[in-house]
């Protein structure tokens, strides 16, 4: 008599002969896995933003949801993109291909973002943007398939350019990278300043991983700017802050940090730090839920997580509790799943995502401490203010064609 | 206030001194490979990395063993000078007889190992070295605020490329280099260990990297890449200058410096290619550089 459960099976080997047939491999490891792919930078610039901790913080995410989904096995792929958009792209392409992935989480950099997410839309795969600040990928570059995770361009600006403003500083010079990224963070910064009654003065372009910062932050005090903002990130952010220092220009004026990392202020100290505002989409001293969090991840990795490492853990859980909800990892149907169910976990409180991809959440404006408030290793923000997670991102600007105004 | 071709004096001579300490920078780094290229051959590609060793090694000796600023500047150089000599012993003293090429690809090698054990053990953020506490003030020039660490470089590296230019042009060491380069067998025959003078070369060249990575640790942050974009530029400045021209070397290192300050000021944009601009040019009017022999 054939049972139930041989019937099963007879089906489970059919479908993977007629698999096998066809070809790749891929829908074998579909059937019976789920994949979890991670695009990042692994030895460049900013390898210290996500990384080796994102990749730390996907394994919890999946020890914590039990090891399995579905009773399918899950496994992690993760590859470094050299910060090459056709590197990222490639790859994707060729886990989709060959290696059954259901899922890929993006790290750093919005170039190689934006080149990941047209593979998502084209191999209909749902591609978390984690790491990438650029809003763009909810805008003119938006798919089906994105979710821009932790924080975007428009959050950054809304936050600390808002609050700072709002404190007295009115006029704004900017020392923008010469990139994507930094003239999309500049615009987004100068709209918001202008919009709450501010004025901005000028900028200057500097090249990407410049050696010197000097001679652009004359320029800037030249200005007469109450407020220097620094549309840049990673090791060009912590070399113009160094120099801003070191030449008096933080006596004059204000440095406002328009992308930061915590590992970025470990690296400067508090000496250099204190006083910058910021935003965040996540801080390991929140609450007891996120301190619960990051002291297991500090056991692993032996520093507290940055937002990145936060978003990764999330996003990884939400895609796990999608596949279970829906039954099935079928792209179509978990992006559905997706888009109706609020996110509710150690990094984000009723959070959710939007038609246009954006995954509307909380964001936290800082202030840095000054060495004498820090109480303890790694004690290095304030809490100025919440900022509710539509007030961060925005309304939907209806650049995405998928989500109208 | 005065004005030339629209730019106020003041922000000029503010970018002249600005220019002169990254310019300093520039001819430390761009010295050592002009020694060891002129002496030895090797394009030391692995210079960058030597100079991020140095940075490292101050920052560690600082952290662990309470070396402070002072000895590092010493200590930093002996020791990967050192490393440098046992590089060129182990690897490069092999490749002498094959074309430049080879020592090329070997040195770029060197540096991606170097660069990559740094990454793998100290992460990719980088550590901020303190300013030592007797240069933590400023000067006031009147034109402009200098912090007088920066003027302190200019100092050292006024010192340090004069003597270098002194020790290999004008006495009797720096004769018999230059006599190693020219017939080496020759000087072997009159009873020179030309393999040592060879291998302390190289470690002086790879020692004056890691001085420079030193006083660079307190203006930026000691990473595992400070050295990997420099490297370029300084390579540009040598050639400039004429590869292996000690003199070449320290005038076009100044030189591009300031030249490459008053690009910030006037087209921002381009002031991480002005060098290069300037390279091509050189090597279309004067293919042996500005002080090379033709």
Redesign the interface.
Known sequence: MMTLKTLKTLTLGLTAAIAAMAGPPAALAAADEVVIGDIDDF??????VA?DGAVEAIRMAIADFGGTVLGKKITILTADHQNKPDIGASKFREWADQSGLTVLLGGSNTGVNIAMAKVAAAKRIPFFAIGPGGSSLTNEDCTAYTVHYVYDTTALANGTATTIVQNGGKSWFYLTA?YAFGTQLQNAASKVVEANGGKNLGA????L????F???L??AQ?SGAQVLGLANAG?DF??SL??AN???ITRTMKPAALLVFI??I????LA?AQGLYLTTGFYWDLNDETRAFSKRFFAKMKKEPTMDDGGYYSATLTYLKAVKAVGSTDSDKIMTELKKTKINDMFAKGGYIRADGVMVHDMYVMQVKSPQESKYPWDYYKVLRVMKGEAAFGPITGLCSLAPK | MTEIFGIPVA?IL??LM??L??GS?YAILSLGLAVIFGLMGIVNFAHGAFYALGAFAALLGLQHLGVNYWAALLLSPLLIGALGIVIERLFLRHIYQLEPLYGLLLTFGIALVIE?CL?QYF??????YP?PAALRG?LNLGF??L?L??AWVILVSLIVCLSVWFIIERTRLGGTLRAATENAPLLQAFGVNVPLLVAVTYGGGVALAALAGVLSAP???V?P?MGS??VI?VFAVVVIGGMGSILGAIVSGLALGVIE?FT??IY??A???VVFLIMALVLIVRPAGLFGRE
Do not use: W
């Open positions: 030895s460049g610039n900013y390898a210290d990384g010469d200057v372009r500097v090249p991983g410049a050696s010197d000097s001679s652009f004359l320029q030249g090791e912590s070399n160094k120099a070191e030449f008096g590992n970025n470990d690296s400067l100290g250099t | 922000v503010g970018q600005l220019g300490v990254n920078f990559g990454h992460g990719a953020s980088g550590q901020s300013v400023v402009m605020i912090p660490y920066r203006v930026i942050l990473s890449q974009s420099l530029v300050g910030k000021v921002p944009e002031s991480n290619i």
